[in-house]
């Protein structure tokens, strides 16, 4: 059992979520957050002063998959919020030690 962990443009979360959705995977979380990586934000003019935003805000989605459906829910995610852009994002893949189903008590791979 791996988790995906995703930082995408917020714009992406549509697309990302229907096509997990395609392969099979509906549970996934997502979190507004903000950061820079090669982008290192951007400048925006208000009110005609100019200034630097130094955190691009970003969405993290997060999904837990079986060992078997890795390769394909990586695959989906990176398809459907490449746009060839800097700043598309970054795909993380975490080893999962354990999962519980709180409500039931299944655990392991039953436990999604």
């Not at 951007?42 to 459906?69: C, M, N, Q, S, W």
């Not at 970054?90 to 436990?111: H, I, L, N, W």
Request: proline share 3%.
């Amino acid at each position: 059992m791996v988790k995906i962990e995703a930082y995408l443009r917020p714009a992406s979360l549509e697309k990302v979520q229907q096509a997990l959705a395609e392969i099979g995977i509906a549970g996934l979380s997502v979190l507004e957050v903000r950061g820079f990586g090669r982008q290192r934000g951007h400048r925006e003019v208000y009110r005609g002063a100019e200034y630097t935003l130094d955190f691009v805000p970003k969405i993290k989605v997060e999904v837990a998959v079986r060992e078997v459906d890795r390769q394909q829910a990586v695959d989906a995610i990176v398809e459907a919020s490449k746009t060839g852009q800097t700043g598309d994002g970054k795909v993380f893949v975490v080893p999962v030690q354990e999962a519980v189903r709180v409500r039931t008590g299944e655990t392991g791979d039953s436990a999604l």
